[in-house]
């Protein structure tokens, strides 16, 4: 088997706060091959943006990564120096986050902000007009309409649609290997949402570059992505190929999740509901973390170490398979 | 252009209050108790004085008379009449005094601002460190001396103690480059208050900028961490901080009246505080409107300068 | 069939004066919506952001007074009685917010925050602490968490508050203002569950405001869609999802990502982005983004036209 | 919360009520406290501190000590009955404009701002220059220039409240402005109003003191460490002792009241306490 392109093991990040630590991400692993499009699905707290941001080394203050390796292309993130990291940033593995009323800044225009993502990972110091130039052809590939005229406009000027859409464009301007994007459509429309989308898939076909979709919506996952990974509560509790996933989920977690989704194609008498709320993030219950809200759980759950089910990539962790 | 509009707008706004602010001007000399012209001669003066002092204030017109009177002296003449002290244009004295005024302002602010901003950005950068408790003493401190009583404590210390500077401030007497010498305590004096709050917005508010969203787009493109607090933060930051600084320049105005009369400078707080205990009440007029002028000068600049500096009000 | 609420020829524009002297704009939210609410009906108002749906709620609600048309709920104009009359007719119409976490006042308690619409009401209940704890068991919790502060609850249980709280007068009608979009999924179904079943129970009657179009399948009878300030069709809720005749309808369903990597959209998606509220094309307001738009839908203004039964669209298409 | 709680939980809160019990207990008992009687010139004029004069003497005699310790009482009653005085003229307008809105908050806000277009210590000086200069009258000019600073604070409130959404849902339910009013928009403005206040009983303490500097507050004999200050600094040679002692005290009554107006800002604000 070929090496991935990114090999993340075994990650930590922690958050200390006065009231305790809260382990935001608790023991991740998972790999992304080139070309892949990963989907990490959780509802919120889950870790799965900060499971994102860890990879980039850009964990907020007070977090901090505590442990485990990141392998990109035979290297641990980790370890490279903060200057090293910077050129990992932007140019080989970028960002797209969820709100694109905040995502850029209110006070430079837009091209200027596209190009300084060009600017920042050039070879000596090209010439403003020539990035520029270059800007305005990304734009135009991500679907802004009449850009020579709006690339010396404030973000403030553009609709969170187009906001996004520029968004996008600085993510793909180094031609990145791994795109990451932080519930790139929460904030959006539904049609704006299915705009996006078709950008994003676009984008794939024709740069090659690996996604990692993290999203609370099962369905936008569905549309876009070859993997999933299902988090909860700080730890990845079940992965395989999509339709392992939606059509043979083997996670009593994923299984309910899915059940819980009102769907707009068939009608039902009654959602399933997982009971209870998610734990605590200071005080997480002992081990397998969903024992709580779990019908099948059983005495074993509680306890450490948990089960890890694996048949051919398809992975769960879960008592219930242990035999 | 929409930048021109808002000029435009916001001084049409600064004369309307002006107009107001010499209403309550005008009104305040009814606060005198009984008549002001006696008051303001002494009981033992001639009638004829008194009679004439009052025809020279008006006060013996009806009330709207001397109003518009009041009102179209001052617009159209800056005239606030004659100082009781020696005669003079109480304007005329204003104008001499000013520049002692506006220098200390000026130099107290910059001071200010260059406080504030070093230590609210190093203090936000180290946050929660040994440095940033440090700067949140400096200002809990800064914010709660009197600047009286920092302007004594300086003249102790640094001209009596250290003999660095000379005692008193500037005068007509000295040089310019000798007054420039003497400016140099009262203003840093001046500019620990206001240096104190605008640390401190800068703080809190580059700590806010820096949770942004886009800052974590900045740093996920690459950018190197000077380039981030410097370019992509601090211009945000700055906005909040423009206002307060504006807003703190009223307190600063108060206090050259405070350090004037701590440092014996001649300017303008001294002019009003004189006019004061002589019961020179044209000349009180006239003073505190120049100070009042100036503040609501400031705050223009700064509502304009807020406009420019944040592109999503400038073209609304 | 019994008629709750009938909302004629609805208006709402809001003035919006740009600077001190500049002319006030006027972004025309709701623009001539007519519809009615039948007794025991669940009807779901669905639209994307900016199309109106939230103020119509809070027209129906009486908070937002109409530019022009009419709100008549139980036979009596909202907007013109006055005094005993407004006030008994107000208690009969309870909203729940979308946001759980700012919809509570945070320094009442909770005993006080479900019984409050039954104070203003000045309805005389004869046990006020038996009523708060009838109506927390109602919606699933209990009464000791009668005696604490909305802080000490996560999102859904203060949904449940809120519920119960709409629920204390009795009311013949509820809105919901898309009481869910603030939650996990899996909250979000225990809340659906939740009012599912006190409709049944209760025989609510109900509108349902939500942009999610799976949530409005799941607890509606009957639906509105909305596009820019009005409504281009209406219908009983499975034909109207499963063969939508409006465009629009048709866009915004297809544009609906499904959980189920085995249907995954095809159809192109609907281009651009909704108008600007303030200056809507002329004719058919969605004619710049239809894939069917000929040249008199410019023009025209469609009207909604009843197909079938109870279906309706503002379509020249039909 | 309980106050003890609230010390735990916010140390600076703890210190600034501290300082401002000890400056309360000194002005209430002054007369157990000081030694001497701060207006009798019975002793040699500015003798150093000693064991018998803690603070020295002043120019004509005076124990400073016993004058430091009656001086708090002009502070404190300056302070509160003045921001006092401020808030029941400033609490009444900024409710009017904040809920009325339109044509009334117009008038209102242009007032308030006309106000504040003067600095406070300018329209202190207009108004007590005006009126004379005595106790009475500073505390007339410190109300007046404070008035319009609460009137604002309230206002903002109210304004920022009344957009909430469970104001919004109480009117949903169908209540009327007055009960809205009170029960929920005018609770809810309370917190802030009271850091705003307690930080506005700092300024006020400032603000008397410079007046009292200047010769504009109260008048000789009456001990007050503004005029203390005052008199220390015609003497900063020959007797420093005379300028530090009141600077301190008022640098101290200051800081206590900004301590404990940040202090609940914290307390009742968690989310700024995170930065």
């Not at chain 2, 109480?90 to 230590?119: C, K, Q």
């Not at chain 2, 010498?181 to 203003?187: D, N, Q, T």
């Not at chain 3, 006080?112 to 619409?117: A, G, H, L």
């Not at chain 4, 117009?106 to 006309?114: A, E, Q, R, W």
Request: proline residues 6%; contains cysteine; hydrophobic residues 45%.
């Amino acid at each position: 088997m070929t090496h991935p392109l990114l090999d993340v093991r075994n990650l930590k990040t922690y958050f200390y706060l006065r009231r305790g630590v809260v382990k935001a991400v608790d023991g991740v692993s998972f790999r992304l091959n080139r070309g892949e499009a990963l989907g990490i699905v959780g509802e919120s707290g889950s870790g799965k943006t900060m499971t994102a941001l860890s990879i980039l080394r850009l964990v907020p203050y007070p977090g901090k990564i505590v442990g485990g390796e990141i392998i990109f292309k035979g290297r641990d993130l980790l370890k490279l120096t903060e200057k090293e990291m910077r050129h990992i940033r932007g140019k080989e593995i970028s960002l797209i986050f969820q709100d694109p009323q905040n995502s850029l800044n209110p006070v430079f225009t837009v091209g200027w902000q596209v190009g300084e993502a060009i600017e920042l990972h050039s070879e000596g110091k090209p010439l403003w007009d020539r990035i520029i130039e270059k800007v305005i052809n990304i734009l135009r590939g991500v679907g802004i309409p009449r850009v020579e005229d709006r690339v010396n406009d404030y973000p403030h000027e553009f609709s969170g649609g187009q906001k996004q859409r520029i968004m996008i464009g600085m993510s793909i301007s180094n031609n990145p290997d791994i795109i990451i994007a932080d519930e790139p459509t929460t904030a959006l429309d539904v049609t704006i949402q299915a705009q996006i989308i078709d950008l994003l898939k676009d984008l794939r076909s024709r740069y090659n570059s690996s996604i990692i979709l993290i999203a609370h919506n099962m369905g936008l996952v569905s549309e876009l992505c070859d993997n999933v990974a299902v988090m909860y509560a700080g730890r990845i509790v079940e992965y395989g190929s999509i339709e392992e996933i939606f059509n043979d989920p083997l996670h009593p977690y994923t299984r309910m999740l899915l059940r819980c989704i009102p769907r707009t194609d068939i009608d039902v008498d009654k959602l399933e509901s997982i009971p209870g709320e998610p734990p605590d993030p200071v005080n997480p219950p002992s081990g397998c973390r969903f024992h709580p809200r779990c019908p099948y759980a059983k005495e074993e759950c509680k306890r450490d170490p948990i089960y890890i089910e694996n048949i051919d990539g398809h992975m769960a962790v879960c008592e219930l398979y242990r035999r | 252009m929409a930048l021109l509009s808002y000029v435009i707008k916001r001084v049409g706004l600064g004369v309307l209050t002006i107009f107001g602010v010499l209403t309550i001007i005008f009104i305040s000399i009814r606060l005198v108790p009984g008549d002001p012209a006696v008051i303001a001669l002494g009981d033992l003066a001639n009638p004829d004085d008194i009679a004439r002092l009052r025809h020279a204030w008006g006060l013996d017109l009806p009330i709207h008379e001397q109003y518009i009177k009041f009102m179209s002296q001052v617009l159209l003449h800056g005239d606030f009449g004659l100082s009781i002290k020696n005669n003079q244009p109480t304007m005329m004295r204003v104008l001499n005094r000013l520049p002692y005024t506006i220098t200390l302002a000026v130099l107290g602010t910059a001071i200010a601002i260059l406080i504030g901003l070093l230590l609210g950005v190093l203090a936000a950068l180290k946050r929660n460190s040994v440095i940033d408790i440090l700067v949140m003493v400096f200002v809990v401190l800064g914010f709660s001396i009197p600047v009286f009583y920092l302007g004594l404590v300086f003249i102790q210390f640094f001209s009596i103690q250290l003999k660095w500077f000379p005692v008193l401030g500037p005068n007509p007497n000295y040089s310019f480059m000798e007054n420039l010498r003497r400016m140099i305590l009262p203003s840093i004096a001046i500019a620990i208050g206001i240096g104190a709050v605008t640390a401190r917005m800068t703080r809190s508010s580059l700590l806010e900028v820096l949770n942004m969203d886009y800052i974590l787009t900045a740093r996920a493109k690459g950018a190197p961490e000077y380039r981030v607090v410097f370019k992509h933060a601090l211009r945000n930051a700055l906005i909040p901080v423009v206002t307060i600084v504006g807003l703190n320049f009223g307190a600063l105005l108060g206090g050259t009246v405070l350090i004037e009369y701590v440092f014996g400078i001649p300017g303008l707080g001294s002019l009003l505080v004189e006019a004061v205990f002589e019961r020179d009440y044209p000349q009180i007029q006239a003073s505190v409107f120049v100070f009042s002028l100036l503040f609501i000068s400031v705050n223009i600049v700064v509502d304009i300068l807020y406009h420019f500096l944040d592109p999503r009000i400038r073209l609304e | 069939m019994d008629k709750v609420v009938r909302v004629d020829n609805l208006k709402v524009y809001y003035e919006r004066r740009k600077g001190f002297l500049s002319k006030p704009q006027y972004i025309k939210a709701v623009d001539g919506v007519t519809f009615d609410i039948y007794r025991g009906e669940v009807l779901g108002l669905v639209g994307e952001s900016g199309s109106g749906k939230t103020t119509i709620g809070k027209a129906l609600a009486g908070i937002v007074r109409p530019t022009s048309g009419r709100v008549i709920i139980l036979g009596k104009d909202l907007y013109s009685i006055r005094g005993q009359e407004a006030k008994k007719l107000r208690t009969k119409i309870q909203m729940i917010f979308q946001n759980p976490f700012s919809s509570l006042d945070p320094r009442m308690r909770i005993k006080d925050i479900v019984t409050e619409p039954l104070k203003i009401a000045g309805m005389k209940v004869a046990d006020l602490d038996s009523r708060a704890r009838e109506l927390i068991e109602m919606v699933g919790l209990s009464r000791e968490h009668l005696n604490r502060f909305p802080h000490q609850f996560s999102g859904g249980q203060r949904q449940r508050i809120a519920i119960a709280r709409a629920l204390s007068t009795n009311p013949e009608l509820i809105i919901a203002d898309e009481p869910t979009s603030a939650l996990d999924v899996s909250i979000q179904a225990q809340i659906l569950n939740l009012m599912k079943e006190l409709k049944d129970k209760l025989d609510l009657t109900m509108l349902f405001i939500s942009h999610d179009i799976g949530v409005i399948r799941y607890i509606s009878d009957r639906v509105l869609v909305m596009y820019a300030g009005k409504i281009v069709e209406s219908g009983e809720k499975t034909r109207l999802i499963d063969e939508p005749l409006h465009p629009y309808t048709k866009g915004l369903l297809d544009a609906v990502p499904v959980p189920d990597p085995s249907k995954r959209r095809v159809n192109p998606v609907v281009p651009g982005e909704p108008p600007d509220p303030v200056n809507p094309p002329s004719g058919c307001r969605f004619h710049p983004r239809c894939p069917y738009a000929k040249e008199e839908c410019k023009r025209i203004e469609p009207e909604l036209k009843s197909v079938d039964d109870d279906r309706k669209v503002a379509c020249i298409l039909y | 919360m309980k106050i003890w709680e609230m010390m735990i939980e916010s140390k600076l809160f703890a210190i600034g009520l501290l300082i401002l019990i000890a400056i309360t207990l000194m002005a209430i008992f002054a007369d157990y406290i000081a030694p001497y009687d701060p207006i009798a010139q019975d002793f040699k004029p500015k003798l150093p501190p000693s064991p018998k004069h803690w603070l020295g003497t002043d120019e004509l005699g005076r124990d400073v000590f016993s004058r430091l310790v009656y001086g708090s009482r002009i502070t404190l009653y300056v302070a509160f009955v003045s921001v006092s005085i401020a808030c029941l003229l400033g609490i009444p307008i900024g409710l009017i404009a904040g809920y009325y809105g339109g044509k009334v908050d117009k008038v209102l806000n242009f007032l308030i701002d006309l106000m504040l277009s003067f600095p406070a210590i300018i329209l202190t000086i207009l108004i007590t220059g005006m009126l004379g200069p005595s106790l009475t009258n500073a505390m007339i000019a410190i109300s007046i220039a404070f008035a319009p600073r609460i009137a604002r604070i309230v206002r903002g409130q109210v304004l920022s409240v009344k957009e909430e959404d469970y104001v919004v849902a109480v009117k949903a339910m169908g209540a009327g402005g007055f009960y809205t009013m009170t029960k929920h928009v005018f609770p809810n403005s309370m917190a802030p109003l009271l850091v705003q206040v307690t930080l506005s009983l700092g300024t006020a303490v400032l603000v008397e003191s410079a007046l009292a500097f200047l010769g504009l507050s109260a008048q000789p004999p009456t001990p007050s460490w503004g005029d203390m200050l005052n008199r220390g600094r015609r003497y900063i040679y020959s007797a420093p002792w005379m300028l530090t002692a009141p600077g301190i005290m008022i640098t101290l009554a200051v800081l206590a009241f900004n301590l404990i107006g940040d202090g609940l800002r914290d307390l009742l604000d968690p989310r700024l306490r995170r930065l």
